[in-house]
Every structure is written in structure tokens, then in C-alpha cells.
């Protein structure tokens, strides 16, 4: 049986001719049905391109990216994603946010169906309270439960998670690291993780890999496995010898691939033309008295003969 998504040897560019960039190289990942794996990198290494490869919503220039064997074609409801924005209609409620996506996959389904769909997804976001309100009445972190419930409301087979939490403050995120744990540990739904957080990371997932940055495009590194019990207490984490250890090994393996991908560029400077004023000399009160700077340009070396 094959791997639920496989990325093999998928390469993405960007612009035409010498204007070309390439953004990510050689990527290779294989995902099993189940699996909780968060990708790591720079802040415009390519990580929203490389989630946008599995969700459909680009293709790669060369290479492949497969589900359950078969080309991505685009996009579909088997691959829910939650952007780094909360993509929310302002005009409608919570319950109507998550209905929209409810009713356009589920349309046989009845109203009552739908109805209580929408509210169990609610619930499980712990938002039953604020079922009722626009999104301008929540909080940034309410905003991107309602995002969360909607995308889970669907059943996606894989949840492709793209920075969901940095907008967010310390504390309201840590919060929904939680809740997005607890949640993939009762429904084992398959998730990609993407972050640029070694803790957020390391708390989370049960595979961590590095997207390490390069001089021509961003690939995947040597993935980091994260043996670690469930359910994780982060008190108790942030002080263990081993979770220490991996965030080393990590962030080692990121600092290691940004010192290599930086170009080193070797000038030769040459000193200022100018020569330093002769402060021995008297100085002439009135600006425009005062002698021009020397060049050493302008000089010029003479011999004199002197008879004694």
C-alpha cells in the first residue's frame, strides 16, 4: 500500500530565464497514514511553497508529488488547510464560517446532519459559546479555532497546518499547541505541521525536518524523530535532558545550512584619496581661506640638488 503523500525529487522555480529563481530543489517525504510531522525553516526558505505542492495549489517543475500513489492534480477536500491568516468572511458567524465549508462538501447530507456536524467541530475548538458572533468580536486566537474547526468540519485525510499560530501572542499559542495536539490524538488525522519554531515543533510532532536553505533553492534535511510519551506536559518537557538535546540538534542543523547557504563575497577596498589634514599647520579662521584638501593624486614626487 503506498504512502498516504510522497514528494520525490521535486524541484520549484519561480520567473523566467535569468530572472529564474529557484525556491525548492530535490525535495523527497513520505508520509504514512497517521503520522504528526512538522517541517522547519528560515522565514522565506519556501515552506509555504512546499505545503502549497501538497495541497495542489502549485505543481512541481520537476519531480513528483503523490497521494495514495496517484499525481496531485490540484486541490481537494482530502487536503484541509489552515493559512497563516484566518481566512475567515467577515460577514458571516462562527457557525456560518464553519457551515459554508460543511455544506459544500456534505450537499446529501440534511440540514439537521449538517447543523450538528458544524456544532461538534465547534465544541471541539471550544468555541460553543461564541457560536453566534462575527469575527470581528473574537480574539486573533478564537479567530484561528474557527479556521481549525472548519478545515477538521470537512474530515480532510491530511491537515496541512501553514504557520497557523504565528500571529499569535506566547501564551495564546501555547494554548493551541495544546488543543491542536489533543485534537490529532483523538482523531489520528495525518498532519503537516509547518513552523519556524524548534519548540513548537519539537512539542508537537513525531517527525521533525528541517527545510535547510541553499545557494541554488531549499531542500529537506536529515529528519529528527521525536520519541517522546503523549500526552506531552510542556513543564516537564522544557526540562527533560532529551527534549534539550533535540532542540540542540536542531537548531545546530538549521544555524550549520544558514552559515553554508551564505555567499561570501571578497572585495578589495582602496584607501580615500584624500590626505589626512596637517594639523601642525595654523589654521585660517575664515572657511573659504582655508587650503583644499590634499589628494595623493595630486602629488607628485621632485628631486632637488643642493650644493653645499
Known sequence: ???????????????????????LRDLNLTVEEGDFVSIIGYSGTGKSTLI??????????????????????????????????????PWLTVTENVRLAV???FPKMSEKERAD????????????????KLPRELSGGMRQRVSVARTLAVNPRILLLDEPLSALDALTRA??????????????????????????????AD??????????GATLGEEITVDLARPRDRKQLLGML??????????????GAKKDSTPVVTKKLSPPDILPEDL???????????PAPRRRSQLHREELQIEV
Do not use: C, H
Not at 207 to 216: A, F, K, Y
Open 242 to 255: 532529551e527534549f534539550k538535546d533535540l532542540k540542540l540538534r536542531l537548531v545546530n542543523t538549521l544555524l
Open 103 to 105: 455544506d459544500q462538501i
Open 1 to 23: 500500500m503506498p504512502p498516504i503523500l510522497q514528494l520525490t525529487s521535486a524541484s520549484k522555480s519561480f520567473g523566467r530565464g535569468y530572472a529564474q529563481t529557484t525556491v
Open 117 to 132: 456536524r458544524a456544532a461538534e467541530y465547534i465544541d471541539m475548538v471550544k468555541l460553543t459559546p461564541a457560536s453566534g
Open 207 to 216: 517527525r521533525v525536518i528541517p527545510l535547510l536553505p541553499g545557494r541554488d
Open 175 to 204: 494554548t493551541l499547541q495544546d488543543e491542536i495536539a489533543d485534537i490529532w490524538q483523538k482523531n489520528r488525522t495525518t498532519v503537516i505541521w509547518i513552523t519556524n519554531d524548534p519548540d513548537e515543533a519539537l512539542l508537537v
Open 280 to 290: 601642525a599647520k595654523p589654521r585660517s579662521s575664515s572657511f573659504f581661506d582655508r
Open 52 to 89: 502549497n505542492l501538497v495541497a495542489g495549489l502549485l505543481k512541481p517543475d520537476t519531480g513528483t508529488a503523490k497521494m495514495d500513489g496517484a499525481d496531485i492534480k490540484g486541490p481537494g477536500p482530502e487536503r484541509g488547510i489552515v493559512f497563516q491568516n484566518y481566512s475567515l468572511l
